[in-house]
């Protein structure tokens, strides 16, 4: 999975630069999320600006990592979903349960 990761200070971006998140690539960044929580990391900001098809298995892990964080007293927020993204979270209603943001300076300013 092509995932650049950096710390901005107030949280960690991931930045996903795979145009499908699907089962093929969902377990790997469910893995790294996992990483950075261990690593004291709580606050993450994923964005998804390159990513223009989500399945299942990428909401899970999306989900998963939203758990996480969560349970660390952190937080995982999204940025940049394209319209078929956006719309595959309405249609599953988790729009109401992630914090989604235009883009990473929106994200980051919520923090």
Avoid at 6 to 12: H, I, L, P, S, T
Avoid at 78 to 99: A, P, Y
Wanted: proline content about 0%.
């Amino acid at each position: 999975m092509n995932l650049q990761i950096e710390d901005k200070g107030a949280a960690v971006l991931m930045d996903v630069k795979e145009e499908r998140l699907d089962a093929h690539n969902s377990g790997e960044l469910k893995a790294q999320m996992l990483k950075l929580f261990e690593e004291g990391k709580n606050n993450l900001i994923v964005d998804l600006s390159s990513v223009r098809f989500v399945d299942s298995s990428g909401l899970g892990a999306l989900v998963s990592g939203f758990k996480n964080a969560s349970s660390r007293s952190g937080s995982l927020k999204l940025s940049g979903l394209q319209l078929q993204v956006k719309s595959m979270f309405e249609l599953t209603r988790l729009h109401r349960v992630f914090e989604i943001f235009g883009d990473v300076d929106e994200a980051l300013a919520s923090f």
